[in-house]
T-cell receptor, first 114, second 109 residues
Framework: ETGVTQTPRHLVMGMTNKKSLKCEQH?????MYWYKQSAKKPLELMFV???????ENNSVPSRFSPECPNSSHLFLHLHTLQPEDSALYLC?????????????FGPGTRLTVL | GQNIDQPTEMTATEGAIVQINCTYQ??????LFWYQQHAGEAPTFLSY??LDGLEEKGRFSSFLSRSKGYSYLLLKELQMKDSASYLC??????????WGAGTKLIIKP
């Protein structure tokens, strides 16, 4: 139990669907992250939120839209995805964004786009 | 560009010792992390090195040489449950984590 939960754990969607991924952290952290993990590739940082403000957006296509309503919740809204977007989407949180602040990960959502 | 290199896969025997290497080329350095990720599970934090030398934590140790851009994770007295992927990540000058692709470690009886 890492204190970071993600739902759903598995998601299959068509290219025209709209869906959302949810992340919740119970650690009292101030920073939250979305990562994409594809097979045999490094983790790709997508978005970073610190105190509910987006501080990083790594050239992610607009079909991915993050939302951080409060410091405990993070969403990733998905719209008109492509098959190459199929991957494991990991959420993480940390106390802050300093170099000593360890990131704690959720179990991920395994996304398949048909 | 920024780059983290680690072997794709390694195999070791239960009870033995294994060393997983990581080399990095990043713009600046603010520490190196090792994470463990079992199949289908979340990555979990193992170690953080920011100064040169060896950090020991039970059966796991992590070494850093900043001048060589090199780190290794040493696992002793291997157990079957150590079968997992081991991810190396470096925090660059912008405090962004740059990740390696991970090393899949297979433990055989």
């Amino acid at each position: 139990e890492t204190g970071v939960t993600q739902t759903p754990r598995h998601l299959v969607m068509g290219m025209t669907n709209k869906k959302s991924l949810k992340c919740e952290q119970h650690l009292g952290h101030n920073a939250m992250y979305w990562y994409k993990q594809s097979a045999k590739k490094p983790l790709e940082l997508m978005f970073v939120y610190s105190l509910e403000e987006r501080v990083e957006n790594n050239s992610v296509p607009s079909r991915f839209s993050p939302e951080c309503p409060n410091s405990s919740h993070l969403f990733l809204h998905l719209h008109t995805l492509q098959p190459e977007d199929s991957a494991l989407y990991l959420c993480a949180s940390s106390r802050g964004t300093a170099h000593t602040d360890t990131q704690y990960f959720g179990p991920g959502t395994r996304l398949t786009v048909l | 560009g920024q780059n983290i290199d680690q072997p794709t896969e390694m195999t070791a025997t239960e009870g033995a010792i294994v060393q997983i290497n990581c080399t990095y080329q990043t713009s600046g350095f603010n520490g190196l992390f090792w994470y463990q990720q079992h199949a289908g599970e979340a990555p979990t934090f193992l170690s953080y090195n920011v100064l040169d030398g060896l950090e020991e934590k039970g059966r796991f140790s992590s070494f850093l040489s900043r001048s060589k851009g090199y780190s290794y994770l040493l696992l002793k007295e291997l157990q079957m449950k150590d079968s997992a992927s081991y991810l190396c990540a470096v925090m660059d000058s912008n405090y962004q984590l740059i990740w390696g692709a991970g090393t899949k470690l297979i433990i055989k009886p």
